[in-house]
């Protein structure tokens, strides 16, 4: 048997569907998460964990709303990059080539380019350890039409990365 640092469980739980979390309105940003999962069926409620450093944090805290977005596989570059540039810096929508498009419950804007789309309110957070948990009321879900069958989203099209972070760590079906 290997042996694994407590510190390192996020590498074991992992590969981890990753997605696009948008946050903010006119100054708006997107960020890479992998930290994402589903807590409640009634009321339907998602969870993220943001790390306080993040400028996202930011801007979720400010408005409490934020959009989750599923990238298609053939978005790995531009996840990637969203998840090791700050929007602190730049503007990461102009940055990465990303469309805004106006949510239909949520100030937040969504990404074009993504196949499916999640708008939550922060409904609670909470600290966990060195980041915090926001859990968000789902008021809307919406998939493009071709990467939908009548269990979900098709699986095929979603990126999963382990929890290292480097840009070959990724994978999919
Ligand atoms: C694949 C991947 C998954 C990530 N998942 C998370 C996550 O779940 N939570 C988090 O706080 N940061 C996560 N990050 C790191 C942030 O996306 C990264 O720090 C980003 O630059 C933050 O952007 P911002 O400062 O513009 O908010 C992830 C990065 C990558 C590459």
């Known amino acids: 048997m290997r042996s694994v640092l407590p510190s390192k469980v996020s590498h074991i739980l992992s590969p981890r569907l990753t997605v696009l979390v948008t ?12 930290w994402c999962t589903p807590v409640s069926h009634d009321p339907p409620l998602v969870l993220i964990s943001v790390s306080p450093e993040r400028y996202s944090y930011r801007l979720l805290k400010e408005h409490g709303e934020f959009g989750i977005n599923i990238p298609h596989r053939d978005m790995v570059d531009v996840v990637f990059r969203a998840g090791t540039q700050s929007g602190s810096e730049i503007d990461k929508f102009e940055h990465l080539g990303l469309t805004p498009m106006k949510a239909k419950k949520i100030g937040v804007p969504l990404i074009k380019e993504c196949v499916g789309f999640i708008e939550c309110r922060v409904s609670d957070e909470f600290v966990t350890g060195d980041h915090v948990s926001f859990v968000g009321e789902v008021l809307s879900v919406y998939v493009m039409e071709e990467y939908f069958d009548e269990r979900g989203i098709t699986p095929d099209v979603l990126l999963y990365w382990r929890d290292s972070q480097r840009k070959d760590d990724v994978w999919w079906f």
């Open 23 to 34: 946050t903010g309105r006119e100054e708006s940003n997107v960020m890479a998460v992998s």
